[in-house]
């Protein structure tokens, strides 16, 4: 807890209607927010960019208001905390809970949020390596654990493959002891997947059923759909009688079937689940252990292009165009 509370202005990332493109984003000097009780203040050394910022900035986002700092996750340390919940000084990361939407977001020197939506970390990582860590690895482990109740010895499809939490879901899966089929748009990334521990990659043309059956005619157990609902129900055909698929990603930034027919567009036994969350879905002790396997080489952190804070129209034109496969970071 401290008594001097950091003031005066800083950098922010601010949107000031939607939709807009990436040069909609512009770099302005704020004052310094300043938290309550309940809430703390970080000082932001990274943050990861999400498909749930570009959704904001090309106007697909419900019930954001503007102007808005973007930005549902951040990285840095503990610069004041009025309640005394988190030590000044300490590492911490930050999502969701409404950061970058109903109020002022990551993408920022300085962000508050509410303490329960901040988690302490201890790591000699850099910046870099944790920023792209925290919403990713949130995202994967809440699909496997809370969308897919994923189990050691089955077989699991991660539909968007090369995408951060793509990355992410496969390696949670190894860890945990599955069988993993991922897909890829993109010949030329097979190897990527290969190299993260998947046991087969399908090149993704828009169907893939058949030849995931190729490879598992009962189908497989858990599938992980990233891509939308363009695929949504190709991926359900993957599925075997009493599996599960959960969609939880718009990498095509389309979310809606329309026209669903439950009973026709179904397969008979699949079931279908759907996941959102935050920060309270990802234990300290799952996030640190990561940090530490990482830190120990044990595992990948796929970062697919770090950035300077001046960068972030470039950084928002590579996150809509695909340019790179894993996390894009910006460091401030």
């Not at 759909?225 to 009688?241: C, I, K, Q």
């Not at 009973?263 to 002790?285: E, I, M, N, Q």
Request: glycine share 12%; net charge negative.
């Amino acid at each position: 807890m401290t008594t001097e509370q950091p003031t005066g202005t800083m950098r922010a990332v601010v949107l000031d209607a939607a939709p807009a493109p990436p040069e909609g984003l512009i770099i302005r000097e704020l004052p310094i927010p300043q938290p309550a009780a309940g809430e703390v203040l970080i000082r932001v050394r990274a943050f990861g960019l999400n498909r749930s910022e570009l959704h904001t900035r090309i106007g697909l986002a419900h019930g954001v208001t503007f102007p808005r700092v973007l930005g549902i996750e951040a990285t840095g340390e503990v610069a004041a905390c009025p309640g005394g919940e988190l030590a000044v000084g300490q590492q911490v990361v930050a999502m969701m809970g409404g950061m970058g939407r109903t109020f002022d977001g990551g993408y920022a020197e300085w962000v508050v949020v509410q303490v329960q939506n901040t988690i302490a970390i201890d790591t000699g990582l850099d910046w870099a390596t944790v920023g792209a860590i925290p919403e990713m690895l949130q995202t994967a482990h809440g699909s496997l654990t809370i969308g897919l109740d994923a189990q050691p010895g089955e077989t699991l499809l991660v539909r968007g493959g090369t995408s951060s939490v793509g990355q992410a879901a496969t390696i949670l899966a190894k860890q945990r002891g599955m069988t993993v089929v991922t897909t890829t748009r993109s010949p030329a990334r097979a190897q990527l997947l290969l190299d993260l521990g998947a046991d087969h990659v399908v090149i993704d043309n828009g169907t893939i059923a058949d030849e995931v059956r190729a490879l598992f005619p009962d189908g497989v157990d858990r599938a992980l759909e990233l891509v939308g609902a363009p695929t949504l129900l190709d991926t359900l055909a993957t599925v075997r009688v009493h599996g599960v698929a959960c969609m939880t990603g718009m990498l095509s930034n389309s979310w809606t079937l329309p026209d669903f027919y439950p009973t026709g567009d179904l397969p008979r036994g699949v079931w279908l689940a759907g996941y959102s969350g935050g920060a309270g879905d990802l234990p300290a002790a799952v996030l640190q252990g990561y940090l530490d396997d990482a830190a120990a080489g044990r595992v990948h952190v796929p970062i697919g292009h770090v950035y300077a804070f001046d960068e972030i129209v470039q950084a928002h034109r590579d996150l809509e165009d695909g340019t790179y496969a894993g996390k894009l970071v910006v460091l401030t």
